[in-house]
């Protein structure tokens, strides 16, 4: 018996129905979500975090470059005898433990960094902002415009807005005063003290060429390779005397760098812009070889209060006599702008407002905020949170974080807690797992959640291979594979800080192998400024911008090559053909990320502009290059991209 003509008709008629009050089904289920989400936010109280006991005293040390502010406020911390110092970068706490140690009696000064402890329960601590405690006698807090910073700024805003101190010493250039006055307005009394740059800083008026660069020097770039092609450019003219300095070498080969060139043993130093971050060393002069970076975002002009932070550097008052700044001529690919760095050296000097962005300082949620109950409520929560904190601080000197990072690492979580794992990942251990200071940023994405997923399973007591956590030390390799192991290594303490004896293993293990790295970096650096291949052809060695890897004529050889290959194999050009031909296209102007990454977190930026610099005070940033540069090869010949590695 067949079916009747109109049975077709209705089974899509029912069919039709059915899809109708699903869609009806779900638009009346995301009108209750989105009624319930507005009735949390509009019943939430729109206040802000507070402190139970406000500070008698907050003093805004504010001024340019090598103008006595950290001197001053450290001096008031020294004669308090209890209190705190606070800043960006380890190398700065290192630099205050070290100068207050040499002043106070032994025990007095303590050091915490996150990743070097020692006797953290002295009266005074010199510490990374996130390891700064939130309560005191008296706190120093170093480089405050840091509040701005999109990344990193939420601990100097949570710090300044509700850490429970007695007196406060903010140290920030005088743009930042409207951004951090509001945190403070509780205090019983405000001070604002203006400093004064304490030594002259000139602007030379013609470029330098290599052979023209004398010792004391400080030569600027912004990635990686820039800072090797620089070094090789620089080395000939000063055999064994030019050192480099970014983001991506292990703290202690940094320390010993700084060292070698403040004693005298290295003359010329090449650094990104860490060196923009208040360290202090004996520099007469900084060159600049050139004056655009990649933010993160996008390939720019330095702004002119990122150029000061950098040519303030010269003339260190107490260290060299008065400065000078200038740029760096004859380094293929590079042009810096003369006219940016004289608009920089006004702000250096105090003779102009910089640009430092507008940001106003950001929230983040601490866990009892979000009303969460288990590891499954935190993707909701902290979006709930997000919506709350915009309607809260509308009309505050602050805005909500965004805290999208963290969403997506609990959502990376979550399926490792549908098995046998679910039972160590409690609420409180999901979070502080979400919040370790290690780059979730590819190409390391992988590496935070293989720690994350090893401590669960030492939790539970399953077996952990002590190499998914803390990779062995090469037996053999470069400069770049001791830092990525260094890195690795780093990652590893940040993990067993946390949480220890995951593989049987403690910080201090870590520590070791981190140090084994840096220990080898510092033997192959001379060498591998010297044999540097950056800014020279792969193939044939011509003079190329530092973020290509050939130049254009043997990417253009490479490519007749494989085209050739594809028409004897395939009697036509094949697809591979056309696949080699779009990065020998794009040579005219956009190299690959992949290699043109920026040289570590302390280097992608000064910290308040594009992306934070990261990973000071433990957290890593993305530790390759990041620079997306256009350059031209010599001749007028354009490179291919650097092929990744």
Same mark, same amino acid.
């Given at each position: 018996?067949?079916?009747?003509?109109?049975?077709?008709?209705?089974?899509?008629?029912?069919?039709?129905?059915?899809?109708?009050?699903?869609?009806?089904?779900?638009?009346?289920? !995301?009108?209750?979500?989105?009624?319930?989400?507005?009735?949390?936010?509009?019943?939430?109280?729109?206040?802000?975090?507070? #402190?139970?006991?406000?500070?008698?005293?907050?003093?805004?040390?504010? +001024?340019?470059?090598?103008?006595?502010?950290?001197?001053?406020?450290?001096?008031?911390?020294?004669?308090? %005898?209890?209190?705190?110092?606070?800043?960006?970068?380890?190398?700065?706490?290192?630099?205050?433990?070290?100068?207050?140690?040499?002043?106070?009696?032994?025990?007095?000064?303590?050091?915490?960094?996150?990743?070097?402890?020692?006797? @953290?329960?002295?009266?005074?601590?010199?510490?990374?902002?996130?390891?700064?405690?939130?309560?005191?006698?008296?706190?120093?807090?170093?480089?405050?415009?840091?509040?701005?910073?999109?990344?990193?700024?939420?601990?100097?805003?949570?710090?300044?807005?509700?850490?429970?101190?007695?007196?406060?010493?903010?140290?920030?250039?005088?743009?930042?005063?409207?951004?951090?006055?509001? /945190?403070?307005?509780?205090?019983?009394?405000?001070?604002?003290?203006?400093?004064?740059? =304490?030594?002259?800083?000139?602007?030379?008026?013609?470029?330098?060429?290599?052979? +023209?660069?004398?010792?004391?020097? $400080?030569?600027?770039?912004?990635?990686?390779?820039?800072?090797?092609?620089?070094?090789?450019?620089?080395?000939?003219?000063?055999? +064994?005397?030019?050192?480099?300095?970014?983001?991506?070498?292990?703290?202690?080969?940094?320390?010993?760098?700084?060292?070698?060139?403040?004693?005298?043993?290295?003359?010329? $130093?090449?650094?990104?812009?860490?060196?923009?971050?208040?360290?202090?060393?004996?520099?007469?002069?900084?060159?600049?070889?050139?004056?655009?970076?990649?933010?993160?975002?996008? #390939?720019? @002009?330095?702004?002119?209060?990122?150029?000061?932070?950098?040519? %303030?550097?010269?003339?260190?008052?107490? $260290?060299?006599?008065? %400065?000078?700044?200038?740029?760096? *001529?004859?380094?293929?690919? =590079?042009?810096?702008?003369?006219?940016?760095?004289?608009?920089?050296?006004?702000?250096?000097?105090?003779?102009?407002?910089?640009?430092?962005?507008?940001?106003?300082?950001?929230?983040?949620?601490?866990?009892?905020?979000?009303? *969460?109950?288990?590891?499954?409520?935190?993707?909701?929560?902290?979006?709930?949170?997000?919506?709350?904190?915009?309607?809260?601080?509308?009309?505050?000197?602050?805005?909500?974080?965004?805290?999208?990072? /963290?969403?997506?690492?609990?959502?990376? $979580?979550?399926?490792?807690?549908?098995?046998?794992?679910?039972?160590?990942?409690?609420?409180?251990?999901?979070?502080?797992?979400?919040?370790?200071?290690?780059?979730?940023?590819?190409?390391?994405?992988?590496?935070?959640?293989?720690?994350?997923?090893?401590?669960?399973?030492?939790?539970?007591?399953?077996?952990?291979?002590?190499?998914?956590?803390?990779?062995?030390?090469?037996?053999?390799?470069?400069?770049?594979?001791?830092?990525?192991?260094?890195?690795?290594?780093?990652?590893?303490?940040?993990? =067993?800080?946390?949480?220890?004896?995951?593989?049987?293993?403690? &910080?201090?293990?870590?520590?070791?192998?981190?140090?084994?790295?840096?220990?080898?970096?510092?033997?192959?650096?001379?060498?591998?400024?010297? /044999? &540097?291949?950056?800014?020279?052809?792969?193939?044939?060695?011509?003079?190329?911008?530092?973020?290509?890897?050939?130049?254009?004529?043997?990417?253009?050889?490479?490519?007749?090559?494989?085209?050739?290959?594809?028409?004897?194999?395939?009697?036509?050009?094949?697809?591979?053909?056309?696949?080699?031909? #779009? @990065?020998? *296209? !794009?040579?005219?102007?956009?190299?690959?990320?992949?290699?043109?990454? &920026?040289?570590?977190?302390?280097?992608?930026?000064?910290?308040?502009?594009?992306?934070?610099?990261?990973?000071?005070?433990?957290?890593?940033?993305?530790?390759?290059?990041? !620079?997306?540069?256009?350059?031209?090869?010599?001749?007028?010949?354009? +490179?291919?991209?650097?092929?990744?590695?």
């Amino acid at each position: 018996m067949s079916d009747s003509p109109q049975y077709p008709t209705r089974r899509r008629e029912r069919a039709t129905a059915r899809d109708g009050r699903a869609r009806d089904d779900d638009r009346a289920a !995301a009108r209750i979500e989105r009624l319930a989400q507005q009735s949390w936010v509009d019943g939430a109280e729109p206040e802000l975090p507070v #402190r139970t006991i406000r500070p008698e005293q907050v003093v805004f040390h504010l +001024g340019p470059t090598n103008s006595g502010k950290t001197y001053d406020s450290l001096l008031a911390l020294a004669k308090n %005898g209890r209190g705190v110092y606070a800043a960006p970068l380890r190398q700065l706490a290192h630099e205050a433990y070290e100068r207050l140690s040499a002043q106070l009696p032994s025990g007095t000064v303590g050091l915490s960094t996150g990743e070097e402890e020692i006797n @953290p329960d002295s009266p005074i601590v010199c510490c990374t902002v996130e390891k700064a405690p939130m309560r005191g006698d008296l706190l120093v807090l170093d480089e405050s415009h840091w509040v701005a910073d999109p990344d990193r700024g939420h601990h100097w805003a949570r710090l300044v807005l509700t850490g429970e101190y007695r007196e406060m010493h903010l140290i920030a250039a005088a743009e930042a005063y409207l951004l951090l006055k509001p /945190l403070v307005a509780d205090t019983k009394k405000l001070t604002v003290v203006n400093h004064k740059r =304490l030594s002259r800083l000139d602007v030379l008026r013609a470029p330098v060429r290599a052979e +023209g660069v004398r010792p004391q020097t $400080l030569v600027v770039a912004f990635s990686r390779k820039a800072v090797y092609a620089v070094a090789a450019a620089l080395d000939p003219h000063r055999p +064994g005397k030019v050192g480099v300095l970014y983001g991506a070498l292990p703290p202690a080969t940094r320390r010993s760098v700084i060292e070698r060139f403040t004693t005298g043993e290295l003359e010329v $130093l090449v650094t990104t812009d860490v060196i923009g971050h208040g360290i202090n060393v004996p520099a007469t002069t900084v060159l600049f070889a050139e004056t655009t970076k990649f933010d993160g975002v996008e #390939r720019r @002009p330095l702004r002119t209060w990122e150029t000061a932070q950098i040519a %303030g550097r010269a003339g260190r008052y107490g $260290l060299t006599g008065h %400065g000078q700044a200038g740029v760096l *001529a004859g380094v293929t690919g =590079l042009k810096p702008d003369a006219g940016l760095l004289v608009a920089g050296a006004e702000v250096a000097r105090g003779d102009a407002m910089s640009d430092l962005p507008k940001r106003a300082p950001r929230l983040r949620p601490e866990l009892d905020d979000l009303g *969460a109950f288990e590891p499954v409520d935190l993707p909701e929560a902290l979006t709930r949170w997000m919506a709350w904190a915009r309607a809260a601080t509308r009309d505050q000197a602050m805005t909500a974080d965004d805290v999208t990072s /963290l969403i997506v690492r609990v959502h990376a $979580l979550l399926p490792l807690l549908k098995g046998p794992l679910g039972a160590a990942g409690d609420l409180w251990t999901v979070w502080r797992l979400i919040n370790l200071p290690i780059d979730y940023n590819p190409p390391r994405r992988t590496r935070w959640l293989a720690l994350a997923k090893a401590a669960l399973q030492s939790a539970v007591g399953l077996p952990v291979l002590p190499e998914t956590v803390l990779e062995p030390m090469p037996t053999k390799g470069t400069v770049e594979d001791y830092e990525q192991a260094a890195a690795a290594a780093r990652d590893a303490q940040t993990l =067993l800080r946390s949480f220890p004896d995951v593989a049987g293993l403690t &910080s201090e293990d870590a520590a070791l192998v981190e140090d084994a790295c840096a220990t080898r970096i510092t033997e192959l650096l001379p060498d591998a400024i010297t /044999l &540097s291949a950056s800014g020279r052809c792969e193939e044939c060695g011509t003079a190329i911008a530092p973020w290509f890897s050939t130049c254009r004529d043997c990417s253009a050889r490479a490519a007749k090559r494989l085209a050739a290959h594809d028409v004897h194999r395939d009697g036509h050009p094949g697809e591979s053909h056309r696949r080699h031909q #779009r @990065p020998a *296209a !794009a040579a005219g102007g956009r190299p690959s990320r992949t290699d043109g990454r &920026s040289a570590g977190a302390d280097s992608r930026s000064s910290g308040i502009d594009g992306r934070s610099s990261g990973t000071d005070s433990g957290r890593r940033g993305r530790p390759a290059d990041a !620079a997306r540069g256009t350059g031209r090869a010599t001749g007028g010949r354009r +490179g291919r991209p650097s092929r990744p590695r």
